[in-house]
């Protein structure tokens, strides 16, 4: 199916480890791409590929793929981390762009 | 630094055409694929369509029999036309590059967004 799944919302204290996870059938042959927006901004790509951070995103940002799922993982995350996580990736054969819906992270 | 700045009509009629155009400073225009995205208020992000600097498009299935993008490689710009907009349309619209080098691709940059609402 074209679909990505991700949990609608997650919390972490500040300084622990979040994962926020993205499932479907294209990851079996298209890596996610992950993205954080805050409430009035853009989007900010902060991961590709299999663990591929942007210039510029901090090293607590790291990513990771298995199957059909997924993952993106924040090692001691910051208030500043606090945003909406989307995950993206493509239809192996038709190459159209498939979002999943989103996870809202809450740092306590 | 890539940078993408877009403008186009915020308001607009039930059944009238939205009309975005997105301008792509800095770094290479013909590498990357060229899209539009949107996200209706309060909810998540939609894949509209792209661009290739060839003219080669590919749409959202959802959308494709409204959806029309083009590129102009003589100005680095690229633009959007959905027609027969309704309510549902209503949205920030993005532009972004993208690129795809199989099997990973990222869009990155992100235009600033323009809010394009559809009231009568």
């Known amino acids: 199916s074209s679909e990505l799944t991700q949990g609608p919302a997650v919390s972490v204290a500040l300084g622990q480890t979040v994962r926020i996870t993205c499932q479907g059938d294209s990851l079996r042959s298209f890596y996610a791409s992950w993205y954080q927006q805050k409430p009035g901004q853009a989007p900010l790509h902060v991961m590709y590929?299999?663990?591929n951070r942007p210039s510029g995103i901090p090293d607590r940002f790291s990513g990771s793929s298995s199957g059909n799922t997924a993952s993106l993982t924040i090692t001691g995350a910051q208030a500043e981390d606090e945003a909406d996580y989307y995950c993206s990736s493509r239809d192996s054969s038709s190459l159209h762009v498939i979002f999943g819906g989103g996870t809202k992270l809450t740092v306590l | 630094q890539v940078q993408l700045q877009q403008w186009g009509a915020g308001l607009l009629k039930p059944s009238e055409t939205l009309s975005l155009t997105c301008a792509v400073y800095?770094?290479?225009?013909?590498?990357?694929?060229w899209n539009w995205i949107r996200q209706p208020p309060g909810k998540g992000l939609e894949w509209i369509g792209e661009?290739?600097?060839?003219?080669?498009?590919r749409y959202n299935p959802s959308l494709q029999s409204r959806a029309f993008i083009s590129v102009d490689t003589s100005k680095n710009q690229f633009s959007l036309k959905l027609t027969s907009v309704a309510a549902a349309d209503t949205a920030l619209y993005y532009c972004?590059?993208?690129?795809?080098?199989?099997?990973?691709?990222?869009?990155?940059?992100w235009g600033q967004g323009t809010l394009v609402t559809v009231s009568s």
């Open positions: 972004a590059r993208g690129m795809l080098a199989r099997p990973r691709g990222w869009f990155d940059p």
């Open positions: 800095g770094g290479s225009f013909t590498d990357f694929y």
């Open positions: 590929g299999k663990n």
């Open positions: 661009i290739h600097h060839s003219g080669s498009a």
